[in-house]
């Protein structure tokens, strides 16, 4: 069955890094641009960022760009989000989810979320 | 703030019908097709509505969806008790070259 998996989430420090994944199966994960989709503790939903299936294109949300990066390897049916300069505010549950129609903004699958917490 | 809006609460009593609204600009609702997200409290989203007015498999048909210029609409009717839930709205938009929620609307279930 179509299953996204994230992992990597934790408590980090202001100013510190981190890098957390999403691992696909179920389906052809080469065939499917993908996304990153936040939501801090009490709050709703917000797009962090998007990656082309073939990992040639990406976009951000203002509030992560520049500091964000999102990749993908195809051979492993992974995708990571590589968070640097991370702030309080940056504390939230990470989802991927895979996109829908080539959309860039339809999400059909989404993964169960890996909780990053940024505290001193 | 959100860039689309959505009420932040409606409640309604079961079997009723209540309609979720979701206003955006040019840029956005105005340009792109709408989607609809429900969030049970406790679980994941779950894609509800796409391109303004299709279900996806599975999705009851008492959930519709419509879109008019910069503004959409999510309509539930014969409400159930398992309804209850956060409900978003979803985007493209060309201007931030971003994809946008709304900030959700709490629908409960009287």
């Known amino acids: 069955q179509v299953q996204l998996v994230e992992s990597g989430g934790g408590v980090v420090q202001p100013g510190g890094s981190l890098k957390v994944s999403c691992a696909a199966s179920?389906?052809?994960?080469?065939?499917?641009?993908m996304h990153w989709v936040r939501q801090a503790p009490g709050k709703g939903l917000e797009w962090v960022a998007f990656?082309?299936?073939?990992?040639?294109?990406?976009f951000y949300a203002d509030s992560v760009k520049g500091r964000f990066t999102i990749s993908r390897d195809n051979s492993k049916n992974t995708m990571y989000l590589q968070m640097n300069s991370l702030k309080a505010e940056d504390t939230a549950v990470y989802y991927c989810?895979?996109?829908?129609?080539?959309?860039?903004?339809?999400?059909?699958?989404w993964g169960q979320g890996t909780m990053v917490t940024v505290s001193s | 703030q959100s860039v689309l809006t959505q009420p932040p609460s409606v409640s309604e009593t079961p079997g009723q019908r209540v309609t979720i609204s979701c206003s955006g600009g040019?840029?956005?609702?105005?340009?792109?097709?709408v989607n609809w997200y429900q969030q049970v409290p406790g679980a994941t989203p779950k894609l509800l509505i796409y391109?303004?007015?299709h279900r996806p498999s599975g999705v009851p048909d008492r959930f519709s969806g419509s879109k008019s210029g910069t503004s959409a609409s999510l309509a539930i009717s014969g409400l159930q008790s398992e309804d209850e839930a956060d409900y978003y709205c979803?985007?493209?938009?060309?201007?931030?070259?971003?994809?946008?929620f709304g900030g959700g609307t709490k629908l409960t279930v009287l």
């Open positions: 989810a895979k996109d829908f129609l080539r959309s860039y903004n339809i999400f059909d699958v």
């Open positions: 179920g389906f052809s994960f080469s065939a499917y641009g």
């Open positions: 990656i082309r299936l073939d990992g040639g294109i990406a």
């Open positions: 040019s840029s956005n609702i105005g340009s792109n097709t």
């Open positions: 391109s303004n007015n």
């Open positions: 979803g985007t493209w938009d060309d201007s931030l070259n971003a994809a946008l």
